[in-house]
């Protein structure tokens, strides 16, 4: 069975530092790694996605992630986050053409001006 | 624009009463989701449906019902079962590379 593990539930953070959101999974066969960004009140939004190819991963909004297959993570990083940045984060993960997503439980990041 | 769109926004349920969430997409896609988002719990699977007149339990089924009578339409019965009702509810819909969700804005469920 898959699992998605975000260690941090909530990481607070200053303007303009750096920032890494940590996600580990755990499956067995090849798959597919997603996050996810929400703000209050409202649906999520694709940050970035691996699905095959370079393991670092660039998304929107200056974020990046980098697939690393040996320790089954995928983590989340900006070098220098913005007050707009605050948000819920949300891992995701599913078995390549698979129709389900397990997502991990969120990491709520606040950037603190 | 294509999207999915969720309705309403905010929903109130009396004891014993039956609520039906709306989702509807123009995306074209065949897969569909409903997710509870719980706060500290991330998103749990309700539901989906891959195909028109065919859906599947998720992780969290009971208390819910769900049809698929179209393509673009998948609504969420929150029936008097469920006894713990109040979440956000999230749709979703998936394309058929299965490369993503795409989620509506949500549904604020709340009990009076």
């Known amino acids: 069975a898959q699992s998605v593990t975000q260690l941090d539930s909530q990481v607070p953070v200053f303007e303009e530092a750096p920032v890494e959101l940590r996600c580990n999974y755990s499956?067995?066969?090849?798959?597919?790694l997603f996050w996810y960004v929400q703000y209050p009140n409202q649906g999520l939004q694709l940050l970035l996605k691996?699905?095959?190819?370079?393991?670092l991963v660039k998304g929107i909004n200056g974020f990046e992630a980098e697939f690393n297959k040996s320790q089954t993570s995928f983590h989340l990083r900006k070098p220098s986050v913005h007050i707009s940045d605050t948000a819920e984060y949300f891992c995701?993960?599913?078995?390549?053409?698979?129709?389900?997503?397990?997502f991990g439980t969120g990491t709520r990041l606040t950037v603190i001006p | 624009d294509g999207g999915i769109t969720q309705s309403p926004k905010y929903l109130f349920r009396k004891e014993g009463q039956n609520v039906t969430l709306s989702c509807e997409q123009n995306?074209?896609?065949?897969?569909m989701y409903w997710y509870r988002q719980d706060p500290g719990q991330g998103l749990r699977l309700i539901y989906y449906?891959?195909?028109?007149?065919?859906?599947q339990k998720g992780d969290i089924a009971e208390g819910y019902s769900v049809s698929r009578e179209k393509k673009e339409s998948f609504p969420l019965t929150v029936t008097s079962a469920q006894k713990n009702p109040t979440a956000f509810y999230l749709c979703?819909?998936?394309?058929?590379?299965?490369?993503?969700?795409?989620f509506g804005s949500g549904t604020q469920l709340s009990v009076l």
């Open positions: 979703a819909s998936r394309d058929s590379t299965y490369e993503k969700l795409f």
């Open positions: 499956s067995s066969v090849s798959v597919y």
């Open positions: 691996y699905l095959s190819g370079s393991t």
């Open positions: 995701a993960v599913s078995e390549t053409g698979a129709n389900n997503l397990f």
């Open positions: 995306l074209n896609h065949d897969a």
């Open positions: 449906s891959q195909i028109v007149n065919d859906f």
